[in-house]
């Protein structure tokens, strides 16, 4: 499997839901990542999560908690978001942090905040 | 920020045609990356050309880097219509994670 699986592809939430976003990778990767795309810009690194343990936030608002409950598993849990939350999540995974050579992507979560 | 710069923002083309887009940065790098990514999709890794490579091919793509003027170029040879996607550099700081580019979205027009 060389894959990185998220779901749901689409979601739409209230202000005042919560909801999650899943990935999972059975690759043995032991860094995972959470990027946050805008339409026509860049993907911009939100949180690392390297052997299960959170390594970078980027200074992401605490209505973004991420999780990691094991070595295959990445949460995204949404709570009180707000419209300019709209964006493309994407997930990734590289063998280990600080390792370069290349990310494996997820086709991600159209998330839509109304 | 550490964020390459690309250019040019879009680009489009004729079937057959060649394209070329360019990536600058400012830090020094450890290597330097190019992904794909279709509309509204995960991005795919392309290619990588590491600090001490100049020239690097892989298929219809060719990648040159200078680093000492803190660019690089991605070429695709003979586009194809299923080349329409955005283009992104990701530039590897020495030591450190990588930042993307700003994206060039390619159209190549059947």
């Known amino acids: 499997d060389t894959e990185v699986t998220q779901t749901p592809k689409h979601l739409v939430m209230g202000m005042t839901n919560k909801k999650s976003l899943k990935c999972e990778q059975h690759?043995?990767?032991?860094?995972m990542y959470w990027y946050k795309q805008k339409a026509k810009k860049p993907p911009e690194l939100m949180f690392v999560?390297?052997?299960?343990?959170?390594?970078i936030n980027e200074s992401v608002p605490s209505r973004f908690s991420p999780e990691c409950p094991n070595s295959s598993l990445l949460n995204l849990h949404l709570h009180a978001l707000q419209p300019e939350d709209s964006a493309l999540y994407l997930c990734?995974?590289?063998?280990?942090?600080?390792?370069?050579?290349?990310?494996?992507f997820g086709s991600g979560t159209r998330l839509t905040v109304v | 920020s550490q964020q390459g710069e690309e250019d040019p923002q879009a680009l489009s083309i004729q079937e057959g045609e060649n394209a070329t887009m360019n990536c600058s940065y400012k830090t020094s790098i450890n290597n330097l990356q190019w992904y794909r990514q279709n509309s509204g999709r995960g991005l795919v890794h392309l290619i990588l050309i590491r600090s001490n490579e100049r020239e690097k091919h892989s298929g219809r793509l060719r990648v040159t880097l200078d680093t000492s003027k803190k660019s690089s170029s991605l070429l695709i040879t003979a586009s194809r219509a299923a080349d329409t996607a955005s283009y992104f550099c990701?530039?590897?700081?020495?030591?450190?994670?990588?930042?993307f580019g700003t994206g060039t979205s390619l159209t190549v027009i059947p």
């Open positions: 999560y390297s052997y299960e343990k959170l390594s």
């Open positions: 990701a530039t590897v700081p020495t030591g450190n994670q990588f930042y």
């Open positions: 990734a995974s590289s063998q280990d942090f600080g390792e370069t050579l290349g990310y494996t």
């Open positions: 690759m043995g990767h032991r860094a």
